[in-house]
């Protein structure tokens, strides 16, 4: 007998004595804190969610070179737009990662990909937001991957394998991406008034839609739960958001910036910072497609993979070319 398996996006748990002897093995390795690995045994719930967020995840390392790609030829010094480009590069890389982490639960590359282009999978709200000024790089170094770095260094430990190793290179690049817009942001800080006004608007446009990337609140979220349980989430939406407030405040500080809340607190019983409501309506509406840039995102993604296509076909072609040769060399020896 089996317990009824869960559905991705049911906000209720697996009740542990209703699960049947493989579902309960399954879940004390968990527990455990064993990794399951691509060929171990998994339930259809925990393959699902994992194929879900792994995939978002992928679809927001690749779609994020898109804000970002805007600025390359306009960067101001040839050590910038070299410092963007690497940056822009390692999100490629992070998608690739993701990509092949995600394939490794049976679900091919090419599925994924139709399911971004064609509106129905899901990536981060973040990068339905456009970049409008040079200093948009440094806020979305500074607290963008600031952001990532702090959701996904737990990430490192959850319990599927390969997501988890993926995770540590990851980690260490968002590193470099983050001190590199840190960096960019006390440049413009130092320099001249028109300069930090800049470095100031643009963390106030890029405050709130950071916060968001974390997801809705504990109350509202509807996969933690479970993927708590797998230990896939280690951390909860509104720990994670208040780590995130609590690390920036003191950096927006040190800029002689002004974080864009007038509800911002010091709570010295609690030992972290108190801040305004979120506007939820927003982020739905982002996640819904209905951000600034959504369209234009999705039309860059699909552009580019059609524009791809003789060079993908190129490349299968060569490997086929080079397989029939390797076969031909060794029927003859
Ligand atoms: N945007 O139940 P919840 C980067 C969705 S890349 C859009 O809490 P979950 C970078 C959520 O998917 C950073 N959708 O979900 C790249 C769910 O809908 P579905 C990307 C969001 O999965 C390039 C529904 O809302 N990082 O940093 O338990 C350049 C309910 O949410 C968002 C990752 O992907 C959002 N912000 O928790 C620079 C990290 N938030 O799927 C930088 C891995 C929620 O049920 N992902 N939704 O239809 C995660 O840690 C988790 O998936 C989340 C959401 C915390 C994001």
């Known amino acids: 007998m089996y317990a009824q398996l869960v559905e991705t996006g049911a906000s209720q748990v697996?009740?542990?004595?209703?699960?049947?002897?493989?579902?309960?093995?399954?879940q004390e390795r968990i527990d455990a804190g064993i990794k399951i690995e691509p060929k171990d045994w998994m339930t259809e719930g925990y393959r699902k969610t994992l194929i879900r967020q792994i995939s978002q995840h992928a679809h927001s390392e690749i779609v994020g070179q898109l804000p970002e790609g805007n600025w390359v030829t306009r960067a101001p010094s040839l050590k910038r737009k070299a410092i963007l480009l690497a940056k822009i590069q390692d999100e490629a890389g992070h998608g690739l990662y993701l990509y092949s982490a995600a394939e490794t639960l049976g679900v091919s590359r090419d599925r994924l990909i139709g399911d971004l282009h064609s509106g129905k999978a899901k990536y981060s709200s973040i990068f339905n937001y456009p970049t409008l000024t040079w200093a948009d790089i440094g806020a979305i170094g500074w607290l963008v991957d600031g952001s990532a770095i702090i959701n996904q260094i737990p990430l490192c430990r959850c319990s599927y394998g390969p997501y988890a190793r993926a995770m540590v290179r990851v980690?260490?690049?968002?590193?470099?991406?983050s001190r590199q817009g840190y960096d960019l942001m006390l440049a413009l800080c130092r320099g001249?008034?028109?300069?930090?006004?800049?470095?100031q608007d643009a963390l106030n446009r890029w405050w709130w839609p950071s916060l968001m990337m974390f997801g809705p609140s504990d109350a509202e979220s509807v996969n933690s739960a479970q993927s708590a349980q797998w230990r896939i989430k280690l951390f909860s939406n509104?720990?994670?958001r208040q780590k995130m407030v609590d690390q920036s405040v003191p950096q927006a500080e040190y800029l002689g910036l002004t974080v864009p809340d007038p509800k911002l607190k010091w709570n010295a019983e609690t030992g972290h910072y108190e801040f305004g409501d979120i506007d939820w309506a927003e982020f739905h509406n982002v996640i819904k497609g209905n951000g600034p840039c959504n369209r234009d995102r999705l039309r860059a993604r699909v552009k580019a993979w059609e524009d791809g296509e003789w060079f993908r076909d190129g490349l299968s072609a060569h490997a086929e070319k080079a397989t029939q040769r390797a076969a031909t060399t060794a029927q003859a020896a």
């Open 171 to 177: 980690c260490k690049e968002e590193s470099f991406h």
């Open 238 to 240: 509104d720990e994670l």
């Open 192 to 199: 001249t008034p028109e300069q930090k006004q800049m470095a």
């Open 14 to 26: 697996q009740v542990r004595e209703e699960m049947g002897p493989l579902e309960r093995r399954f």
